[in-house]
């Protein structure tokens, strides 16, 4: 039965199987061609570029068909040397020499270009080709691996994506949101990028990449300690029970909460919220890290956006077990005793169960290094982060930042409360720079 008549993008190694035992069956290209459902343009090309050559012996090197009965001399017209050409080793007679005749077989420069079938092939003295299913396969396998592995982007084409990359890398911004950013500038695929920047083929490099290294394997986790959790505010709202409201509630765009300190409990801290579907951030300064400091934050949040919309935006808060976040009845509700959102606690020594908050902290720690006093920071300072952070495009938001997919009323209040808004793109600053306090 005739295969269907069409092109492969890549030939297998079955294909040029079908395709030897053609070879050998003297089958002219055109019927090994529809037998094995590739053009006869394709075949063509994969018999001569995928042929095994094996070079016959020659006469000191030399391809001449006269060179072993040759005693010409004097072709370079130096007439006082009495060498006979063919054993020159200063200058190649086949450039000079009128009578060079090429020992080449006419056979492998038309169909089937092998001599597989060849007859004279056994007293051949010429250079012969075979075509082999096996190292066919191979060469093609190398040669592709190698086209992938080289860098497909050269001069000016380069120079251009430099010159874009770098001083935006420099500026501190991560990969992912310059591509995402500059898609259509940017010629090659954002892993060829990485690539480009081992190589060392921009201006910049691994260095200059924050997180170029692996995340470590994480550590097993520790036994829960009984104090922290038979702590009294925990009780009924434990990291089961949150899970527990969500498959009750399905859903429900629930806020992960936490703090992140400066030099080691002394000073300023910072309040963090984090809305999951979102990755959109708000940051916060606290005089210091009591629980009052907290509850302060949620009042006036409150008050500034009113208990309707506190509520919409802030239904479900996920936090860990830290003596801040005690005052829960203080935090679930207004002062005149009204509901405003519900307050679940991680388990002990399990921060991966609000990942999130975690992660985007470290677009903090880009800005502000860890141990570095918060004292002479403003909230001025952190609402600018904030922006710059929740202006960075994200992979898992296809590309998109925080802030373009929060949309509703309700954000677009608490943007106008806290200062958040938009900036451009290639104006994200993630470096400590951003801040000079």
């Excluded at 908050?357 to 982060?385: A, M, W």
Aim: charged share 25%; glycine share 6%.
């Amino acid at each position: 039965m005739i295969a269907p008549y069409f092109d492969k993008v890549r030939l297998g190694l079955s294909e040029r199987v079908a395709i030897e035992a053609g070879i050998y069956r003297r089958d002219s290209l055109t019927k090994i061609a529809k037998d094995t459902g590739i053009s006869r343009k394709s075949l063509s090309k994969e018999i001569r570029q995928n042929r095994t050559l094996a070079t016959a012996a020659k006469f000191n090197g030399k391809d001449c068909r006269f060179a072993a009965e040759c005693t010409r001399q004097c072709v370079c017209g130096d007439f006082l040397c009495r060498q006979e050409c063919v054993f020159c080793r200063k200058i190649d007679c086949r450039t000079l020499c009128p009578a060079y005749s090429p020992l080449s077989c006419m056979r492998i420069q038309s169909p089937p270009y092998v001599c597989n079938v060849c007859q004279l092939r056994r007293g051949c003295v010429c250079d012969r080709a075979y075509y082999v299913a096996t190292q066919a396969h191979a060469v093609a396998m190398r040669r592709y691996s190698e086209s992938r592995s080289k860098p497909q982007t050269h001069g000016d084409e380069l120079a251009a994506l430099d010159k874009l990359v770098t001083p935006l890398i420099k500026k501190g911004q991560p990969l992912t949101h310059i591509y995402s950013t500059h898609r259509d500038k940017i010629p090659v695929s954002e892993r060829t990028l990485y690539r480009y920047i081992d190589a060392g083929m921009l201006g910049v490099g691994n260095l200059d990449l924050r997180r170029k290294v692996s995340y470590r394997q994480r550590r097993k986790q520790k036994k829960a300690i009984d104090t922290i959790t038979n702590k009294k505010f925990r009780e009924t709202r434990t990291y089961e029970d949150f899970l527990a409201y969500l498959t009750k509630h399905p859903g429900t765009n629930y806020v992960e909460m936490d703090t992140v300190l400066g030099t080691q409990g002394k000073g300023k801290r910072m309040l963090t919220m984090l809305f999951v579907q979102q990755s959109l951030m708000l940051i916060f300064l606290m005089r210091d890290g009591k629980a009052n400091s907290v509850v302060e934050h949620f009042d006036w949040l409150t008050s500034a956006l009113g208990l309707k919309t506190f509520r919409k935006l802030f239904p479900v808060i996920l936090t860990d077990n830290g003596s801040e976040f005690k005052y829960t009845l203080e935090m679930e509700r207004t002062i005149d005793g009204a509901n405003r959102t519900k307050i679940f606690y991680c388990d002990p020594q399990a921060s991966w169960q609000k990942a999130h908050i975690e992660k985007n902290h470290e677009y903090i720690r880009y800005v502000i290094p860890k141990g570095k006093s918060l004292d002479p920071y403003t909230q001025e300072d952190f609402t600018i982060l904030a922006n710059h952070i929740n202006n960075t495009k994200r992979l898992q938001h296809n590309g998109k930042a925080p802030i373009e997919l929060a949309a509703s009323d309700e954000f677009r209040e608490l943007f106008r409360v806290t200062g958040i808004q938009p900036i451009p793109a290639d104006d994200v600053m993630l470096k400590p720079r951003l801040l000079k306090p």
